[in-house]
Nanobody, 120 residues
Framework: QVQLQESGPGLVKPSQTLSLTCTVS??????????WSWIRQPPGKGLEWMGV???????YYSPSLKSRTSISRDTSKNQFSLQLSSVTPEDTAVYYC????????????WGQGTQVTVSS
């Protein structure tokens, strides 16, 4: 059973960088059939896909967030991370990490989500 768990600060000040880590168990992040996404949901709004890191370490980002987003990984810890720079209160959301089935395409396993609030 694959499990994903987000971790990181719940409160970030405006203009700072939001950093979250997703720890994956029950499966390797280097398996070629899967990729690993970050998705967020602002209050009262729908899900927004932010970006993905593939099994070979390649990354792809939402065009609207590309200039501020970076996804990286630590294969020794089976973790991947999100950094979102220059945050504003509009970046307040529940942030999820999820596994993307490349052949699906669909996200089949999700973390429980972590609330991040941007406020001074």
């Amino acid at each position: 059973q694959v499990q994903l768990q987000e971790s990181g600060p719940g409160l970030v000040k405006p203009s700072q960088t939001l950093s979250l880590t997703c720890t994956v168990s029950g499966g390797s992040i280097t398996t070629i059939y899967y990729a690993w996404s970050w998705i967020r949901q602002p209050p009262g709004k729908g899900l927004e896909w932010m970006g993905v890191i593939l099994s070979d370490g390649s990354t792809y980002y939402s065009p609207s967030l590309k200039s501020r987003t970076s996804i990286s990984r630590d294969t020794s810890k089976n973790q991947f991370s999100l950094q979102l720079s220059s945050v504003t209160p509009e970046d307040t959301a529940v942030y999820y990490c999820a596994r993307w089935v490349v052949a699906g395409p669909t996200h089949d396993y999700w973390g429980q989500g972590t609330q991040v609030t941007v406020s001074s």
